[in-house]
């Protein structure tokens, strides 16, 4: 069984036990869990011909719910700036700092 989740305006396909990276987000230092709210869709249960449910925008009453691991950081990118003939070189980087999130259960 997966779902389809929408987090900060891109869509993450999940399943149980998934480790997926998702945007950082101001958390109070004792939170554990995170819940998110827009589903997009459900598949069927596995083994079952049931039906996939899909949202229009959003499924109500179904929710994802995942454990915070770790707050971390990206890959460095790195921003070059470059005139030719003008001496202007301007090199600069940036680490886009993430959630790393496990998937714990996925609800109808």
Not at 51 to 80: H, M, N, R, S, Y
């Amino acid at each position: 069984m997966y779902a389809v989740i929408e987090d900060s305006g891109s869509q993450i396909k999940v399943c149980e036990g998934d480790v997926i990276r998702v945007a950082i987000r101001d958390l109070p230092s004792d939170t554990a869990t995170i819940t998110f709210d827009k589903i997009l869709m459900i598949s069927g249960k596995e083994g079952t011909k049931a039906k996939p449910q899909i949202g229009q925008p959003f499924i109500k009453d179904a929710k994802v719910t995942a454990d915070v691991l770790t707050e971390a950081k990206g890959d460095k990118v790195t921003i070059i700036k470059f005139k030719r003939r003008k001496t202007y070189k301007r090199k600069s980087g940036h680490r886009q700092p993430y959630l790393k999130v496990q998937i714990t259960s996925i609800q109808a």
